[in-house]
């Protein structure tokens, strides 16, 4: 059974960091990304795993602040954020995919997403 579940969202303060975690089944080989969507705002791309390489594609936006990585004997997929800033406050969803792409269209699966809000 295909599935992806978020955690580890919550509230944090300006410049502080936070991890949120993808944990998914059935989805052997996919790419596994992160996307997010702020209040009013489309969804957006952040960061993305290759399943078969393990290689990572960063949007502008987690450039030299977020990590994406792998656990594969746990079958998850991590976002490590740090330096954050209020804009970063979305909803953080993973998605599964054939190949790492910006276009959210590129994505078969979706998780139910996590909150994460950067606020002092």
């Known amino acids: 059974q295909v599935q992806l579940v978020e955690s580890g969202g919550g509230l944090v303060q300006p410049g502080g960091s936070l991890r949120v975690s993808c944990a998914f089944s059935?989805?052997?080989?996919?790419?596994i990304a992160w996307f997010r969507q702020a209040p009013g705002a489309e969804r957006k791309y952040v960061s993305c795993?290759?399943?078969?390489?393990?290689?990572?594609y960063e949007g502008d936006s987690a450039k030299g602040r977020f990590t994406i990585s792998k656990d594969s004997e746990k079958n998850t997929v991590l976002l490590q954020m740090a330096s954050l800033k209020p804009e970063d406050t979305a909803i953080y969803f993973c998605?599964?995919?054939?190949?790492?792409?910006?276009?959210?269209?590129?994505?078969?699966?979706w998780g139910q997403g996590t909150q994460v809000t950067v606020s002092s």
């Open positions: 998605a599964a995919g054939p190949f790492c792409k910006y276009s959210r269209q590129s994505y078969d699966y």
């Open positions: 059935g989805l052997d080989d996919y790419a």
């Open positions: 795993i290759s399943g078969k390489d393990g290689s990572t």
